[in-house]
């Protein structure tokens, strides 16, 4: 067996019906091992055998049940306009002639024989201009034996439009009493729905907006550097790994790389949700669609562009937004089966009033209005509108939500187990203090200068920072790996490194010195010496910050009942350090990745577990755990186990993914209610249940705008997920 994951995108699916029933025959299919539709994002998955199936097969098979398959997205987007466009364009002739036939119908502008005669040219129109793609659509399910809310429209209206036409010309085959036209309320449904299909189509494109934004970020040429220092225009898809892009200010970052020379000012905010510009220096990562504000910078590009954070962005997007949470499978069921309900009911309907009560005219616009009223577009619609508008609300504040399943699982999160360094803390090393007379921080910078290594970085900051500047000149330098840096300046030898370093040089420590030395390996920080013609000076102790919101995040989490533990593989002392200033009670310290790993599964069998990590002996964790958080930051492969990626690496965001689900949730329960309650309280009205106790009965014009107002409150309610606060 050879599988093949495939992602297609699909246009022509009118509801959620038309991808239920793209599904339910591909699947069908020998060799098809699994096939997924997702009608808001017109994005189908599919997992074939090569050996028995192909992927032209499957595009054939899926245009053979009336659905295009489209692969470049500027042909997708292109299709989508023309689909959208066409839409609107039917909505507004159709609801141009249905108030004109309102005109006729209601005043004495026009002899009603003529009238008659105008108002069936104008319907006609409506219905089978209009109102073609009811019939097509129809026709299709009926064929594949998948009956959806196209059929309810076509019957429906159908039933209204040929009472009408037979009553305008051959009105001797009813009794006088019984000839009525319909065809106001068969033209106002056609609207109606047309009008609830154009909302719906513009819903669908506001709240994909953010990945289509995603898509287009991407810089059509990159200006690339060739080796004789000159500059050539290439398609940024042409780039390889190790080529050199020269970067103006105003111009895009064409691919992930590292700068070599320059620096500036890089607006991220559509990939990490940064607010402000970050300034980059030489052997920063930069990343492609970012923003250079100002300054020229060369970069040295480090991925493919299939490779690239964006393009690894816009596929989890993609992905995230064609799959569905335990809930609207139910929905999705419920839909499938409701339409061949329908039907019987508004059969029985008729049957009840024509025969039992002996009211044919009550019978038909019963009949008619049930079928109407019950088209199962908001049922639909209910949890697929909400999912995209959540995974593009995430996107946009820096949250990549790969999995939606977890938006369940969230209110049920009891622990949320933190990795130490790079998650809450830096991951950065800086000096915290240090017992070094201030007027030898001159020399040091001079010399720390000359070292790449973070602990000298460390050092050079921490002086900088002072705005102490330094103009010694550094005639003999040795950096001595896994110990430190000797020089000589101005005759005098100066040692800065680790006590194996000042042991070897016989240099010992000053007993003005000792204790600070002694006390800071103590709080298990690291401490660098320095000497000076074999005697100390001093020393500066290194330290891993905490992040700014790491207390915040702690904190929050608490409110929320959710228990903070640290799980860490460095010594306890150190854990214990951290856990205490960020107020967290349960610490696993000395913790080897497959001891992480039996922890977590040891918290699951009390409660649901939330893992946050980053590094690559993270990844078993976050994969075991419940929900498993990364940060961007982190390494690739905990990044792929992760069912949240926080592109912006802030810890509260991970506060925002908690509020961003319960929300979600809220709204699509919100949204089943609504296409419930539009179900269950309308078709007892349309059927003339009421009739007799408060003489109230649907006509299947009020039907038809009922059924529109379902599916536009369920639209409505899911894009308010786009403007809430988190």
Same mark, same amino acid.
């Given at each position: 067996?050879?599988?093949?994951? =495939?992602?297609?995108?699909?246009? !022509?699916? /009118?509801?959620?019906?038309? #991808?239920?029933?793209?599904? *339910? &025959?591909? %699947?069908?299919?020998?060799?098809?091992?699994?096939?997924?539709?997702?009608?808001?994002?017109?994005?189908?998955?599919?997992?074939?055998?090569?050996?028995?199936?192909?992927?032209?097969?499957?595009?054939?098979?899926?245009?053979?049940?009336?659905?295009?398959?489209?692969?470049?997205?500027?042909?997708?987007?292109?299709?989508?306009?023309?689909?959208?466009?066409?839409?609107?364009?039917?909505?507004?002739?159709?609801?141009?002639?249905?108030?004109?036939?309102?005109?006729?119908?209601?005043?004495?502008?026009?002899?009603?024989?003529?009238?008659?005669?105008?108002?069936?040219?104008?319907?006609? =129109?409506?219905?089978?201009?209009? !109102?073609? /793609?009811?019939?097509?659509? #129809?026709?299709?399910?009926? *064929? &594949?034996? %998948?009956?959806?809310m196209n059929v309810l429209v076509a019957l429906g209206t159908s039933a209204?439009?040929?009472?009408?036409?037979?009553?305008?010309?051959?009105?001797?085959?009813?009794?006088?009493?019984?000839?009525?036209?319909?065809?106001?309320?068969?033209?106002?449904?056609?609207?109606?729905?047309?009008?609830?299909?154009?909302?719906?189509?513009?819903?669908?494109?506001?709240?994909?907006?953010?990945?289509?934004?995603?898509?287009?970020?991407?810089?059509?040429?990159?200006?690339?550097?060739?080796?004789?220092?000159?500059?050539?225009?290439?398609?940024?898809?042409?780039?390889?790994?190790?080529?050199?892009?020269?970067?103006?200010? !105003?111009?895009?970052?064409?691919?992930?790389?590292?700068?070599?020379?320059? &620096?500036?000012?890089?607006?991220?905010?559509?990939?990490?949700?940064?607010?402000?510009?970050?300034?980059?220096?030489?052997?920063?990562?930069?990343?492609?669609?970012?923003l250079n504000t100002n300054g020229v910078i060369t970069v040295k590009v480090?991925?493919?562009?299939?490779?690239?954070?964006?393009?690894?962005?816009?596929?989890?997007?993609?992905?995230?937004?064609?799959?569905?949470?335990?809930?609207?499978?139910?929905?999705?069921?419920?839909?499938?089966?409701?339409?061949?309900?329908?039907?019987?009911?508004?059969?029985?309907?008729?049957?009840?009033?024509?025969?039992?009560?002996?009211?044919?005219?009550?019978?038909?616009?019963?009949?008619?209005?049930?079928?109407?009223?019950?088209?199962?577009?908001?049922?639909?619609?209910?949890?697929?509108?909400?999912?995209?508008?959540?995974?593009?609300?995430?996107?946009?504040?820096?949250?990549?939500?790969?999995?939606?399943?977890?938006?369940?699982?969230?209110?049920?999160?009891?622990?949320?187990?933190?990795?130490?360094?790079?998650?809450?803390?830096?991951?950065?090393?800086?000096?915290?203090?240090?017992?070094?007379?201030?007027?030898?921080?001159?020399?040091?910078?001079?010399?720390?200068?000359?070292?790449?290594?973070?602990?000298?970085?460390?050092?050079?900051?921490?002086?900088?920072?002072?705005?102490?500047?330094?103009?010694?000149?550094?005639?003999?330098?040795?950096?001595?790996?896994?110990?430190?840096?000797?020089?000589?300046?101005?005759?005098?030898?100066?040692?800065?490194?680790?006590?194996?370093?000042?042991?070897?040089?016989?240099?010992?420590?000053?007993?003005?010195?000792?204790?600070?030395?002694?006390?800071?390996?103590?709080?298990?920080?690291?401490?660098?010496?320095?000497?000076?013609?074999?005697?100390?000076?001093?020393?500066?102790?290194?330290?891993?910050?905490?992040?700014?919101?790491?207390?915040?995040?702690?904190?929050?989490?608490?409110?929320?009942?959710?228990?903070?533990?640290?799980?860490?593989?460095?010594?306890?002392?150190?854990?214990?350090?951290?856990?205490?200033?960020?107020?967290?009670?349960?610490?696993?310290?000395?913790?080897?990745?497959?001891?992480?790993?039996?922890?977590?599964?040891?918290?699951?069998?009390?409660?649901?577990?939330?893992?946050?990590?980053?590094?690559?002996?993270?990844?078993?964790?976050?994969?075991?755990?419940?929900?498993?958080?990364?940060?961007?930051?982190?390494?690739?492969?905990?990044?792929?186990?992760?069912?949240?990626?926080?592109?912006?690496?802030?810890?509260?965001?991970?506060?925002?993914?908690?509020?961003?689900?319960?929300?979600?949730?809220?709204?699509?329960?919100?949204?089943?209610?609504?296409?419930?309650?539009?179900?269950?309280?309308?078709?007892?009205?349309?059927?003339?249940?009421?009739?007799?106790?408060?003489?109230?009965?649907?006509?299947?014009?009020?039907?038809?705008?009922?059924?529109?107002?379902?599916?536009?409150?369920?639209?409505?309610?899911?894009?308010?997920?786009?403007?809430?606060?988190?």
């Amino acid at each position: 067996m050879a599988i093949e994951k =495939i992602n297609l995108s699909i246009s !022509g699916m /009118s509801c959620v019906n038309c #991808s239920n029933g793209i599904e *339910k &025959n591909i %699947n069908k299919i020998d060799g098809v091992l699994k096939a997924k539709v997702n009608f808001a994002s017109n994005e189908g998955v599919f997992e074939i055998d090569t050996k028995l199936y192909s992927k032209k097969q499957l595009s054939q098979d899926i245009q053979k049940l009336g659905y295009k398959v489209i692969e470049d997205f500027s042909n997708v987007q292109k299709e989508q306009l023309l689909s959208f466009k066409k839409l609107r364009n039917m909505f507004i002739v159709s609801i141009s002639i249905t108030l004109l036939i309102f005109v006729l119908a209601f005043s004495n502008l026009i002899q009603d024989e003529i009238s008659k005669y105008i108002m069936f040219f104008l319907a006609s =129109i409506v219905q089978f201009y209009c !109102g073609a /793609s009811f019939y097509k659509l #129809s026709y299709k399910s009926i *064929k &594949n034996k %998948n009956y959806d809310m196209n059929v309810l429209v076509a019957l429906g209206t159908s039933a209204a439009y040929f009472y009408s036409t037979f009553v305008v010309f051959f009105p001797f085959l009813f009794p006088e009493h019984l000839r009525f036209m319909y065809f106001d309320g068969a033209v106002v449904i056609i609207s109606f729905v047309l009008l609830g299909r154009y909302l719906e189509e513009n819903s669908k494109q506001k709240a994909s907006g953010f990945l289509k934004k995603l898509m287009t970020l991407a810089p059509t040429y990159a200006n690339l550097l060739l080796e004789n220092n000159e500059i050539k225009s290439v398609l940024t898809s042409t780039l390889k790994i190790s080529d050199k892009v020269i970067i103006k200010a !105003g111009e895009k970052i064409p691919s992930d790389g590292i700068i070599l020379k320059g &620096n500036a000012d890089i607006d991220a905010s559509m990939i990490t949700g940064e607010s402000l510009p970050v300034f980059k220096d030489v052997s920063d990562e930069v990343l492609l669609g970012t923003l250079n504000t100002n300054g020229v910078i060369t970069v040295k590009v480090t991925k493919e562009s299939e490779d690239t954070t964006l393009s690894k962005i816009i596929e989890l997007l993609k992905s995230a937004q064609g799959k569905q949470i335990p809930i609207s499978r139910f929905a999705d069921k419920i839909a499938n089966i409701f339409v061949p309900s329908v039907i019987i009911i508004s059969i029985v309907t008729f049957i009840v009033w024509a025969f039992f009560v002996g009211d044919i005219q009550a019978a038909i616009i019963a009949s008619i209005s049930v079928l109407i009223i019950s088209c199962p577009c908001a049922l639909g619609l209910a949890t697929p509108i909400a999912i995209v508008s959540s995974v593009s609300r995430g996107a946009s504040e820096g949250i990549l939500i790969k999995n939606p399943e977890i938006l369940e699982q969230i209110k049920d999160i009891k622990y949320a187990v933190f990795d130490k360094t790079g998650t809450l803390t830096k991951g950065e090393i800086t000096v915290s203090k240090t017992d070094i007379s201030s007027s030898y921080f001159s020399l040091i910078l001079a010399i720390e200068r000359y070292s790449e290594h973070p602990i000298s970085k460390a050092i050079v900051n921490f002086i900088e920072e002072k705005e102490i500047t330094s103009n010694y000149e550094i005639k003999d330098i040795e950096i001595i790996a896994g110990k430190g840096i000797k020089a000589i300046v101005d005759n005098d030898e100066i040692l800065l490194g680790n006590q194996k370093l000042l042991d070897e040089h016989k240099v010992e420590i000053d007993s003005l010195h000792k204790s600070f030395f002694s006390s800071e390996l103590e709080n298990s920080n690291g401490v660098i010496l320095v000497a000076i013609n074999k005697k100390s000076i001093g020393s500066f102790s290194l330290e891993d910050t905490i992040k700014d919101d790491a207390k915040s995040v702690i904190k929050a989490l608490k409110e929320l009942n959710i228990e903070a533990i640290l799980l860490t593989g460095d010594n306890k002392i150190t854990a214990s350090k951290i856990a205490k200033e960020l107020n967290i009670n349960r610490v696993y310290s000395q913790t080897l990745p497959s001891e992480k790993y039996e922890i977590i599964k040891e918290l699951q069998k009390e409660h649901k577990v939330m893992f946050i990590g980053d590094g690559i002996n993270d990844a078993p964790s976050i994969k075991q755990a419940n929900i498993g958080i990364t940060l961007n930051s982190g390494a690739d492969i905990s990044k792929d186990a992760g069912d949240i990626i926080l592109v912006n690496n802030k810890l509260q965001s991970i506060i925002k993914s908690i509020n961003l689900s319960i929300e979600t949730m809220k709204v699509v329960k919100q949204n089943l209610f609504w296409a419930f309650i539009y179900n269950a309280l309308g078709i007892p009205i349309a059927a003339g249940v009421f009739y007799a106790f408060f003489n109230l009965m649907l006509t299947p014009m009020y039907a038809g705008i009922a059924m529109s107002f379902s599916s536009l409150t369920v639209v409505l309610n899911s894009l308010r997920l786009k403007m809430k606060k988190l």
